[in-house]
């Protein structure tokens, strides 16, 4: 009886978070998109995307930074005037943790120092940014991702910008969310992926915005990385996010009880952020949401609201943790044989496959539906990065979709282990001709090599080399662009996506 009304209990608050409206309201912290006004059209420019730069520990992903600082010297600065565009996803704002900090504390404070944590922990890489941007002719775009969503706020970029030694009205160093002229057109892309897809993705909201994905990061990868296993400190590079589960089954050794014990963790851990709508409701400020529910007298009730939050989180790590250790002996019982494991791990490698293909060409499909509409016809190029797999798809009349992919370390196949091994991949575009861009899809080999032209890699997408014509394109592809929800709906709109 008392599993059923906790069961009951459980449901009804579900369903009550789900329905209820939550009101986000637009701060001042916004930043503008960058269009193209503002942009010298036959400028050579250079882009690369998600670096995930960390506070140098376990979770830090990027330790490339040598390699960059050789691909902006030796590259980057060969006299002709450049514009670098950092596009999205470079600071890993939602894995920096401090001591003295709360990890649900998204304010404008707390976003400022997680960001001075990871510049100093990345000298010989902002050092390198610093050299370029010195260069009266050079120009910095940095656009801003899901995992940086924090580089809204004013501070921030600021502090940016006193690293980068630029005063304030300094303008080459610019900030933006899109990216239009010289016939381009470049987003992060996370727009097009529905666990983080923002409703106000144009700056900071009150209370601030929280998407699936960051919740994922935050309360289910964070926790996971600190296991010993090889795999561990890559998990957070899974791209869909909603693939976890298919990763988490095929993982090799299911045998071995620390394996078995991770992955039990990993799948309760993954059910718990998808059984909770996202907490689009925590307070940045602790003022409450607006009008009389934000009277001074109730301030004590947002702070415990707040607590409360925590500590379900934190409840919910341990269960995790506990059950994962409880379950390890029985997730795989150790009469089972090796061909049943086996065709276990087949089958959840194809379908992860599966869907790291319909994933990415959601994406083409997104783009493919952006440069059919009469806004952007004259755009040639179309770009994002966030699902960390480099690719070029032809869209056809003379329109191309390039994705930037990541320098951070790729896993192609969760069983063998198998890496993506043309490591530091960017897109370099030219005007030979005048107006018409030219791109490369080039991968940094090193100051003693010439930039190789990107390959096909291994792995899901090798499959699927050969161009397509249009008609059938546009078939394949099917296009997610997510319409954008009513303002101030959370509780329906998200459902809508």
């Known amino acids: 009886m008392a599993l059923v009304l906790a069961m009951l209990t459980l449901a009804s608050r579900w369903v009550w978070v789900r329905v209820r409206p939550v009101r986000l309201v637009l701060t001042s912290h916004t930043t503008p998109s960058i269009t193209r006004h503002e942009i010298n059209p036959a400028m050579r420019r250079i882009i690369v995307s998600d670096l995930h730069l960390g506070a140098g520990d376990r979770l830090d992903d990027f330790d490339d930074d040598d390699a960059f600082a050789a691909f902006v010297q030796h590259h980057l600065l060969n006299g002709e005037p450049t514009e670098l565009i950092l596009a999205g996803d470079i600071f890993e704002f939602l894995q920096v943790r401090l001591n003295d900090l709360d990890d ?43 995992h940086d969503f924090e580089m809204h706020y004013a501070s921030a970029k600021a502090l940016l910008r006193q690293y980068l030694s630029l005063s304030n009205d300094d303008k080459r160093l610019r900030f933006g969310i899109s990216y239009e002229g010289g016939g381009v057109y470049l987003v992060h892309g996370n727009q097009f992926d529905s666990w983080n897809s923002f409703v106000n993705f144009e700056g900071i909201s009150e209370p601030f915005e929280v998407v699936r994905g960051t919740q994922m990061v ?70 409450g949401p607006g009008g009389w529910l934000s009277n001074p007298l109730l301030a004590g009730l947002w702070q415990q609201v707040a607590q409360l939050r925590r ?32 065709q276990v791990q087949v089958e959840a490698s194809r379908q992860l496959r599966r869907e790291i293909r319909q994933f990415n060409d959601s994406f083409a499909g997104a783009m493919l539906q952006i440069a059919r509409s009469p806004a952007h016809r004259r755009n040639k190029l179309f770009v994002c990065g966030h699902t960390h797999l480099a690719r070029v798809v032809h869209l056809g009349g003379g329109q191309r979709y390039i994705n930037t992919g990541t320098w951070t370390e790729i896993i192609y196949d969760i069983a063998t282990m198998r890496r993506q091994e043309q490591r530091y991949p960017f897109l370099e575009i030219t005007y030979p001709d005048g107006d018409e861009p030219h791109a490369s899809l080039l991968v940094w080999r090193g100051p003693n090599e010439a930039p190789q032209p990107w390959q096909e890699g291994p792995g899901p997408l090798r499959r699927h080399r050969r161009r397509l014509p249009v008609p059938k394109l546009l078939a394949r592809l099917r296009p997610r662009v997510p319409r954008r929800p009513t303002r101030g709906r959370i509780g329906f709109a998200r459902r809508r996506k």
């Open 311 to 342: 500590q379900r989180v934190a409840r919910q790590r341990i269960v995790s943790r506990q059950l994962g250790g409880a379950l390890a002996d029985t997730v795989v019982s150790p009469v089972a044989s090796d061909e049943v494991l086996e």
């Open 104 to 146: 649900d504390d998204w304010s404008e404070t707390a976003a400022v120092l997680r960001l001075q944590t990871i510049l100093d922990a990345h000298q010989t890489f902002m050092q390198a940014l610093t050299t370029f941007v010195a260069q009266p002719a050079n120009q910095l775009t940095v656009l801003i991702g899901n």
């Open 218 to 287: 935050k309360e289910v990868f964070n926790d996971l990385e600190d296991s010993p296993l090889p795999v561990a400190p890559l998990l957070d590079n899974v791209k869909p996010s909603s693939a976890f589960f298919w990763y988490m089954v095929a993982l090799p050794r299911l045998r071995d009880r620390a394996s078995r014990r991770f992955v039990a963790q990993g799948l309760l851990g993954f059910f718990q952020v998808v059984a909770w709508p996202p907490p689009h409701r925590m307070p940045i400020t602790g003022a």
